[in-house]
């Protein structure tokens, strides 16, 4: 079995902290939201999320259709997550909203297929599934 490994370090003081990536590529200072007393204005854990799922998705995709030889062109893809607390809940990430944008030559019905393939075997999907209401939309323009 093949594997990849992937990890980060937060180093955290207060209200603040700085996460690395072991790739040298993710560099992000972070703070506690204003919304949960902290000062804001820095990156956050459901940013974060928002971040990896909108990596993960069509990084999914673009390596089944090209298993499948399905030739895809530019892809966009937008995340939104929800925070949610109150009621005697602590906070947890209550939904997550994916919209995607795909351009292809493909037909259609084969480039939509794609997407629910790639929704069933994205990592950050299935970690998040069963536990998190998921929202995947996708527009697909010929290309």
Known sequence: MESLDASATLRWSGFHGRIEGTSGALDVATATQAELGGPGGQSNPEELFSAALANCFPSTLTGMA?????????IETVVST???????????????????????PAPEAQVREL?????????VCQAIAGRVAL???ADVAAG
């Open 135 to 137: 929202r995947v939309t």
């Open 66 to 74: 090209r298993a499948r030889g399905v030739e895809l062109g530019e």
């Open 115 to 123: 997407i629910a393939d790639a929704e069933a075997h994205c990592p």
């Open 82 to 104: 929800r925070l949610a607390w109150g009621d005697g809940s602590h906070h947890h990430l209550s939904e997550a909203t994916l919209h995607t944008t795909v351009s292809s």
